[in-house]
């Protein structure tokens, strides 16, 4: 296979698996509301179609130096059209 071919290919794959990240944000903001603090949101694949997703908020935004803290995990299973998560998402914000 053509290297040209090859790299486009990892290009794709790699846009797909930002947009499944986006898709999977998009829900658990959509269940629990978007923290005005929201510093990231991060998105772990583990396996297959099982992610952990990490939510870190900016704590003592007056203090001199802020804190990034986590403040919500999930475990999340999806096949991008449902999403399961664990524990159970609740509207939060």
């Known amino acids: 296979m053509p290297a040209a071919?090859?790299?486009?290919?990892?290009?794709?794959?790699?846009?797909?698996?930002?947009d499944g990240d986006q898709w999977i944000a998009d829900r658990v903001?959509?269940?629990?509301?978007k923290p005005r603090d929201l510093f990231r949101i991060q998105i772990r694949p583990l396996w297959g179609e099982y992610y952990r997703v990490n939510v870190y908020r900016?704590?003592?935004a007056s203090e001199a130096i802020p804190r990034i803290e986590m403040?919500?995990?999930?475990?999340?299973?999806t096949d991008h059209e449902t999403m399961t998560?664990?524990?159970a998402i609740s509207k939060k914000y």
């Not at 290009?11 to 930002?18: G, K, M, W, Y």
């Not at 403040?71 to 299973?77: A, I, K, N, P, R």
Request: charged share 25%; no cysteine.
């Open 85 to 87: 998560t664990r524990p």
């Open 71 to 77: 403040t919500d995990s999930f475990f999340v299973t």
């Open 29 to 33: 903001f959509e269940r629990m509301g």
């Open 5 to 18: 071919l090859l790299t486009n290919v990892a290009q794709t794959e790699e846009r797909s698996h930002i």
């Open 58 to 60: 900016e704590t003592g």
